[in-house]
């Protein structure tokens, strides 16, 4: 099967819609509310997830995306 | 020993999005401790990990913290590792062996962050010891918010500059007749029959993350590092050839990065929040994996909260990977001039799943015992499962390969 061609412009304004888009996006402040809460945040409880993450890592061989402080290992 | 959780040099990118310290908020005091448990056949261990935390907002410009963390760590590891075409030449002998670890790390952190605007900036430092490793690492990020605060991008970097204790092997020896360290006695001192081996770890982390709805969140993160120095686990001997064992021996150089896609939906008819996290790896031991992970959590009244989880995570195996390199047909035998005997650098796939119970205690007008404006208290509990699809030992399959983590969390708002 034959796939349409792609222009670089039509490449070009697809990255620039992707980039523009959150611009178009706007929450207001009085909105927020749930935004704030800690069920909607992507690491509400940090310091008990770094001991979480720290455990898996040590056993898998890969890492990233967790954000989590080091320093050491205690793994063996 | 594993270089993997070292490598995890402090980049704080994800905590916090979207949300502020309360200006009443002066201080929070955090302790956490974590269990963990697995016993597969071959080997057991037992980790305890107590951290307590400070932090401290003087001012709406800056917050100061403080933490201290410890692994205490005992059990059993693999110490020779060999596969299943020398046990069939050797029937009857054991030709995987196990060694007894105590360890004890302990590290202490601190940092601080300051803002103005919708610009802040964080900086922090980690010094780590136990009985064979040293680390000290000193982090750096930025982040800001554009477009009225539905847009946060963060950049952080952070190096280490680590210390291994290693066997003083024999002037010139190639790596095939090189000896596994038997123990962490006289590491670090002016012994003779031990070596200091050094790690420097880069690591870059950048992260968009943005409201779209009031709710529905995404999070967008890559992450890259870069490690050289000394990655073998110094207490490991692999079985390269009929008499010849050799400490495991991988290449100094190895290069990381990962893309991570979060995805937060608020179910605002029943008060629960549904989590969504992709991840792809890859580096240049030739290691790609893939893990995926849904959360749910959801109050149940005004104070608890309930979250249950399930992740899935499969890897191939690294390149110089083999589960016997004294023989055999493809996919054992030889793999170049490396080898190792550590399972998490073969192929496998693991499940995990979990529940975590949060409650919090906020008084509706003063303060708990007159200090405290919140308390939060958490217990967490997941279990994962491990197939190792070449890994064994000397031919037998890793049976039990199960892992057990709990977890028990107290949070202090004064």
């Known amino acids: 099967m034959k796939l349409p061609s792609v222009r670089p412009c039509q490449l070009l304004f697809a990255a620039l819609v992707l980039v523009g888009a959150p611009a178009c996006v706007t929450v207001r402040a009085q909105q927020r509310a749930v935004l704030a809460d800690p069920v909607m945040q992507f690491d509400s409880e940090p310091h008990a997830e770094a001991q979480r993450v720290h455990a898996l890592d040590n056993r898998e061989g890969s890492f990233g995306g967790s954000g989590v402080t080091g320093g050491g290992c205690g793994c063996n | ?414």
């Open chain 2, 1 to 414: 020993m594993q270089l993997k959780a070292r490598a995890m040099a402090g980049v704080l990118l994800a905590a916090g999005a979207f949300a502020t310290p309360a200006a009443a908020q002066v201080a929070e005091f955090d302790t956490n401790h974590s269990l963990f448990h697995e016993a597969p056949a071959g080997s057991h261990m037992t980790v305890y990990s107590p951290a307590t935390d400070l932090e401290v907002t003087p001012t709406e410009a800056l917050t100061l913290r403080a933490g201290w963390e410890a692994d205490v760590v005992s059990g059993a590891s693999v110490a020779v590792k060999a596969g299943p075409t020398y046990q069939a030449a050797h029937v009857g002998a054991d030709v995987v062996t196990s060694a007894s670890v105590h360890d004890l790390r302990n590290s202490a952190r601190g940092g601080f962050t300051l803002r103005r605007d919708i610009v802040s900036v964080t900086g922090g430092y980690n010094y780590s010891i136990e009985n064979d490793y040293r680390s000290n690492s000193f982090n750096v990020s930025a982040r800001t918010e554009p477009l009225e605060r539905d847009t946060q991008l963060e950049i952080g970097y952070a190096h280490n500059f680590d210390d291994i204790c290693n066997r003083v092997q024999a002037a010139g020896a190639p790596s095939t007749l090189t000896r596994a360290l038997e123990d962490s006695t006289g590491c670090f001192t002016s012994s003779p029959l031990r070596a200091t081996d050094h790690i420097g770890i880069d690591t870059f982390e950048g992260s968009w993350s943005q409201a779209w709805t009031p709710t529905f969140v995404t999070q967008l993160i890559y992450t890259a590092q870069v490690t050289d120095g000394f990655q073998s686990d110094p207490y490991r001997s692999v079985v390269i050839a009929e008499g010849i064992k050799a400490q495991e021996h991988v290449p100094n150089d190895r290069t990381r990065q990962s893309v991570t896609l979060k995805a937060n939906f608020y179910l605002r008819p029943i008060r629960a929040a549904l989590r969504f996290s992709l991840r792809g790896y890859e580096d240049t031991w030739g290691i790609q994996s893939a893990t995926g992970e849904v959360e749910f959590e959801k109050y149940l009244g005004e104070s608890f909260r309930l979250l249950v989880r399930g992740r899935a995570y499969d890897q191939t195996g690294a390149l110089f990977w083999s589960d016997d390199y004294s023989g055999g047909d493809a996919p054992l035998g030889p793999k170049g001039q490396y080898w190792t005997g550590d399972r998490e650098l073969s192929p496998f796939w693991s499940w995990l799943g979990g529940v975590r119970g949060i409650y919090t205690v906020t008084p509706a007008h003063g303060r708990l015992l007159g200090i405290m404006s919140r308390m939060k208290v958490g217990l967490s509990f997941d279990m994962q499962g491990f197939n190792y699809s070449q890994f064994t030992l000397g031919g037998a399959p890793v049976s039990n390969a199960y892992a057990y983590i709990g977890g028990l969390s107290l949070a202090a708002l004064f």
